[in-house]
Structure formats: C-alpha cells, structure tokens
C-alpha cells in the first residue's frame, strides 16, 4: 500500500490529502451539532426544506435586470467584534449606497445574524453552521449555483477558491504571524487541518478579483506574501464610532468611579486572546510598584468564569498585588454599550497596549480617539495606527514598560494637547471603508458588463 501511495503524482497525492482534511473537519463539526431525529442525512449542505426556500425567496426575489449581490455574511454574530463588527457595520451601509437597482442577499448562520433591513430588495438566508472548510468548498460553491448573482461579496478571508462569480474579498489580517505570536500547542490532526485551511485561504484571495485590506500592513504584506496584484488591492480600515468623539472627561471620570470604583487609572484589556500579551501584566504592575508608580491598573475585557482569569489573578496573587489596590478587573463591554466602554476610555490616565500582533489595533484607535495619551508597540499595523502619537515601547520588556510609564507620570504627558491625534483617528472611518466597497463593487458590475 505504501507503494502505491508513493506512486502517485503529487497532484493527486494533494487531492486525496485535501479531501482527508475536509472530510475530518466535516466530522468534527457534524459531531458538535445537536442532533435531531431525521430518516434522512443530508451532507453537506442545506436541508431539503431550507434549499427550496432559498430558491423560492431567496433567489428569484430580484426583478428582471436587476444586479444580484450575494454578500458571504457568515462572520455576523450576536456580540459583534472583530471581523463581525466590520460585516455589521458595512453591511448596514450599503443599502444606502448602492443603487436601488441592486438586490443584497446575506448568506449567515443560523441565530448569528444582528442586522436587519426594511429594505425589499435585501435579504437573508440562514444557514447551519458549519466548518470553513465545508463553507469555502461546497455550501458556497452550491449557492451560488443556484442563486447566479452578478457579485459575491466575502467579508472573511476563510477558505475560499475560484467561483464562478466575481468575487471581492476582505482579507483582515495575515495569518502566520498570528500563529507565530499565538504559540498554542496543536495536535497534528489539528495543525493538518488548519494548513489546509490556510492553503485554501490564500486560493480564496489569490483568485478573487478584488481584495479589500483593513490596513497598510495587511496590504503590503498580501502582495509579497501571497502575490496579490498591487491594482487590484485597496485599503478599508475599520471605523472609529462617533460616540468616542462625544466624551466629557469629568462625568467619565464619575461614572467610572461610580461603577468600578476606579479613579487615576492605567486602561488595558484582557479578552482572552494569547495575541494580547495579557500574561505579561502581573510583571508589568509588580514592576511599576516597584518603582512607585502611583496608578491603579483597568484590566477591561475580562469574561467572567474564563479560565485564563483564574489563572491571571492567581499570577497577580503569587507577585503580591491586591484587586482594589493594584488592579481592577472590569467585565466584558458589549457592543451595544459604546458609551461605557468611552467613559472608560476618556477618564484613563493613559492606555496600554500590550498586544503582540495586530492587522489593526481597533481599541488602541479608539483610545486615541478618545484623547488619551497611550503607549503601544510599533510593530505590524499598530504603528500605522499610532501615526507616531503614542509612546512606544517593548511589550515582551515589563520592566521597560513600568519605567516608560513612571517617566511618563513625572513629565505629565497624560495632560499634553491631544488635538492633533483625535484628528488623525478620523481617517479610521466605517463610511469611508463603506463607500471604498461600494464604489469597487459598482465598478467591478460595470466591466463584466462591459465584458
């Protein structure tokens, strides 16, 4: 048998391993869903029942002529952040842009989407979740089979291939540095599974006409990585909400002391991602004691009941520091209460950012926003964010951090002028991205027209 396996050609070697790989994804993902009494299995793909729905309402709802736009929407979620929060976002907006003549069709998880439209050219399909690789390759192939829009709009560089429609791709990040800083030990079933997933990642944006990259960082580093025409590439940042520019220093400074009991504060978050670097704080406070630093420490972002929180206050506990006195952890802000999270943002003395690899930096755009003096990494896209108004430091170097801080204190900085950098932040904007993805899908729609 291992004769035979070696005698294959590596094109066909590629395919029995492609199919391995996905045929082991689809099974860890059927074997996560709750399971329901059924004669029949239908795999993979819709039910027998959705399918017919999706014909009847989804596809043949657009009138004679008009542009079909089916939008990969499956990023949605009911707490919108990350790559969700940008679908949210965008999606809402281009109702208004696009021309009446065009019809949206979101395709999203079944219970995950959390936008919605009055509009009666807009529509959504809801389908099971399922793995990127069965999405990528067969659910999406099959859609769009049967619906033939005109465009196909994916918002996440998952797994992806040539469609037979035009496609434009938002490609948020690039994935091998955040395997690189992530450090997760992976069993090899699991690393088989996610090297297919990128291999498949990259054919998605290889062959999309378009791509959409939310920074510099992630534009340049797309076209020498995966070979990505400069041309066919644009930047959509992600946005700043206005509600950050609305802030007023001294009722922030009372709400927060009111809620957390928390004045004359460092902000920084940790949600959980190893990305965050949130595992170094326990030294970074212990080293700010030491030099006498007088602030407390906001750790924001913290989901109660987390494994990764026990094991934070534990390390906390073991380097002598006390909730109250040294830090305090604040709870998870959802996105629907943006005014909390500001007042939380605008009444810190300063913002940390520890975070070791970044295809953006959303939260230290908004600290900035907000005018607070803060100090981040220059490295990936947090620089291009920072646009040399923060102060920059070493995020693996606690030591380093606890003495920039201290510095910072005695000169004061958290009182300079932050006129100039609130103005910068202004260029982060969701109707600019918005309307960049809207103009590239009109003009896309008018050359296959044209050819």
């Known amino acids: 048998m291992v004769s035979v396996i070696v005698g294959f050609s590596k094109r066909r070697s590629g395919i029995i391993l492609t199919w391995a790989a996905f045929l082991y994804a689809h099974l860890l993902t059927y074997q996560m869903r709750p399971r329901r009494p059924s004669s029949r299995i239908f795999w993979p793909g819709l039910s027998p029942d959705l399918l017919s729905e999706f014909s009847s309402d ?51 998880f079944r219970g995950a989407c959390n936008v919605s439209s009055d509009s009666e050219r807009s529509s959504i399909l809801q389908i099971p979740p399922q793995s990127d690789l069965q999405l990528g390759l067969w659910t999406m192939p099959r859609l769009l089979r049967e619906c033939r829009p005109d465009l196909f709009l994916r918002f996440g560089d998952t797994v992806g291939k040539r469609y037979s429609t035009q496609t434009l791709t938002v490609c948020h990040d690039i994935n091998e540095f955040i395997f690189a800083v992530q450090g997760t030990r992976r069993g090899w079933a699991r690393a088989l599974v996610d090297a297919f997933k990128e291999y498949f990642r990259v054919k998605g944006l290889q062959n999309s006409e378009f791509v959409f990259c939310n920074s510099c960082f992630t534009r340049n580093e797309s076209i020498d990585r995966y070979g990505l025409s400069e041309a066919r590439t644009s930047i959509t940042y992600c946005g700043v909400d206005e509600v950050f520019y609305t802030g007023n220093r001294h009722q922030a400074v009372q709400h927060v002391l009111q809620q957390y009991n928390c004045r004359d504060y460092v902000l920084t978050f940790a949600c959980g991602d190893p990305r965050e670097n949130y595992k170094i704080l326990p030294s970074v406070i212990f080293e700010a004691r030491r030099s006498g630093f007088p602030a407390c420490f906001a750790i924001a972002g913290i989901s109660p009941g987390g494994r990764y929180v026990t094991d934070l206050i534990a390390e906390l506990t073991a380097h002598g520091l006390y909730a109250e006195d040294d830090y305090v952890l604040i709870p998870f802000i959802r996105s629907d209460e943006r005014e909390r999270l500001r007042d939380l943002y605008v009444a810190a003395d300063y913002y940390l950012e520890l975070s070791l690899h970044e295809g953006f930096g959303m939260q230290l755009a908004e600290a900035m926003a907000c005018g607070v003096t803060c100090l981040a990494p220059d490295h990936s896209a947090l620089g291009e964010v920072g646009g040399g108004f923060t102060i920059t430091i070493d995020p693996r170097d606690p030591r380093a951090i606890a003495d920039i801080l201290a510095s910072s204190y005695r000169s004061q900085l958290h009182l300079r002028d932050h006129f100039r950098q609130i103005e910068f932040t202004k260029k982060f904007s969701w109707d600019r991205s918005s309307r960049e993805i809207a103009y590239r899908l009109m003009q896309m729609q008018r050359s296959g027209k044209d050819s």
């Open 58 to 108: 989804f596809c043949d709802k657009p009138a004679l002529n008009m542009v079909k736009l089916l939008v990969d929407a499956t990023a949605l979620s009911p707490v919108a952040k990350g790559v969700g929060r940008f679908v949210s976002e965008v999606v809402t907006r281009l109702d208004d842009l696009l021309p009446q003549s065009w019809s949206i069709q979101l395709v999203c």
